[in-house]
């Protein structure tokens, strides 16, 4: 068998988790962090580890972290996960979330609701590897926080990197990925002259001179710098 390349996510750190007896074993990513408008998302993919070694690389063949593949391609590969995934889902803060619980909590919040949708279809994850070195989806709730919506599993990694090594990863960083950007894109019919349709609220020239001619909307973070 051919070495794989760097560039191809495999599921070796599923594997290692999925050999502690854990069952469902899942990736998470985000998106939107840096944006100046919209939600913050995470996207999560499961997967079931009764299935792991017997697990047919070609069914996400051109699966990679979100970032290094065209909208187009991206757009190719979102449908297909649920076909290989025990799960696929992404969780959404919203705009005024940010503003008052604070980045690190708006992700721990879309995350715990990506999780929970999860549940809800029945896979109830058991280990998570969560892409980055902080652990943001531990982030001590903040005061006046609703309740969460599910709980932390109770094995959870992190891997700088992850989108790039992990394929249940990457899959989560698509499918966040092209969910928050199909969102942007029906936001921007609403505020056209934002431009979100191609920079998806993250801060690009036109966004800001937008920002100084039109002033903010429901869906920016007025908490942010946003040069007005």
Do not use: F
């Not at 069952?23 to 993919?45: F, H, I, Q, T, W």
């Amino acid at each position: 068998m051919a070495p794989r390349l760097a560039a191809d996510p495999g599921l070796d750190l599923e594997r290692e988790l999925a050999s502690q007896g854990l069952r469902y074993v899942g990736g998470m990513d985000e998106v939107g962090r840096g944006a100046l408008a919209g939600p913050a998302s995470v996207g999560l993919v499961v997967l079931d580890a009764a299935t792991l070694d017997s697990a047919d690389s070609s069914a996400w063949h051109g699966v990679r972290d979100s970032k290094a593949l065209t909208a187009k391609k991206r757009e190719a590969l979102a449908p297909t996960i649920g076909s290989w995934a025990a799960a696929c889902t992404v969780g959404h803060a919203q705009p005024d979330e940010v503003d008052r619980l604070g980045i690190s909590a708006a992700l721990r919040l879309a995350g715990l609701r990506a999780l929970a949708r999860a549940a809800s279809s029945g896979v109830s994850v058991d280990g998570l590897i969560l892409d980055g070195s902080y652990n943001w989806l531990r982030s001590e709730p903040v005061l006046g926080q609703d309740p969460d919506p599910w709980e932390v599993p109770p094995v959870l990694r992190t891997l700088v990197k992850a989108d790039a090594h992990c394929v249940s990863v990457a899959a989560a960083s698509i499918a966040a990925k092209v969910e928050r950007d199909a969102l942007m894109i029906d936001y921007a019919g609403q505020y056209p002259a934002y431009g979100w349709d191609s920079n998806k609220g993250y801060g690009s020239a036109a966004h800001r001179t937008a920002l100084r001619t039109h002033g903010v909307t429901p869906l920016h973070r007025v908490s942010w710098n946003l040069g007005i």
